[in-house]
């Protein structure tokens, strides 16, 4: 069978508007798996964030302006100057950029990736988007569905305090070959008190 046959019959699998509990996406997910081969099984979220800020000047009129939507300030030394500026907004916030804890460095790249190392173990995407692998198709659903569980509280303990809104926007669970399988969202907020 080829493989757009053996997809359209997994999508076929899902009921047209559904959306279901996590441990009935990851068992849904699992039966109509079709691979030769022990496929990953996926977790996707979408967040209500917007990840992706860098600027200068811009940036800088931005925070003056009263945005504080954010967690962390990396900033390059020649820059500082302007940011200096901020001293007064950001400081008694704990967010002023410091070189003593790596966040003033011409090395942006990596000081944003160690500050998100520290804090959280999820890439989000420009997006919002987060995907995390939960497991393998041939892990009982039990345990993929313990895995989902520990991925989402680890997000909803690193909810950022600027998200404002609905935090978790959708889950979908997935095989590496499947398609998606909708998770229900409010269920899964009811449990996290979102």
Do not use: C
């Not at 909803?156 to 669970?173: E, F, M, Q």
């Amino acid at each position: 069978m080829a493989v757009a046959k053996h997809y359209a019959k997994a999508v076929a699998a899902r009921e047209e508007g559904k959306t279901y509990s996590l441990e009935e996406a990851l068992g849904l997910a699992k039966r109509v798996a079709w691979a030769k081969f022990d496929e990953s099984v996926d977790l996707a979220v979408r967040l209500g964030v917007n990840p992706d800020h860098v600027g200068a000047e811009d940036l800088v009129e931005k925070i003056q302006g009263g945005w504080l939507e954010f967690d962390t300030a990396v900033a390059t030394p020649d820059l500082m100057g302007q940011v200096g500026r901020l001293g007064k907004i950001l400081g008694p916030r704990g967010l002023m950029p410091n070189p003593k804890v790596g966040t003033v460095t011409f090395d942006v790249g990596r000081a944003v990736r160690e500050v998100k190392a520290g804090k959280v173990e999820f890439k989000v995407d420009k997006a919002g988007n987060i995907h995390v692998p939960v497991g393998k198709r041939s892990f009982p659903t039990e345990n993929l569905t313990a895995n989902a569980y520990a991925i989402l509280e680890a997000l909803v303990k690193a909810k950022p305090v600027a998200a404002k809104g609905h935090y978790l926007r959708s889950i979908t669970v997935a095989t590496t070959m499947g398609p998606g399988m909708p998770v229900d969202v409010q269920r899964v907020a009811n449990l996290y008190k979102l």
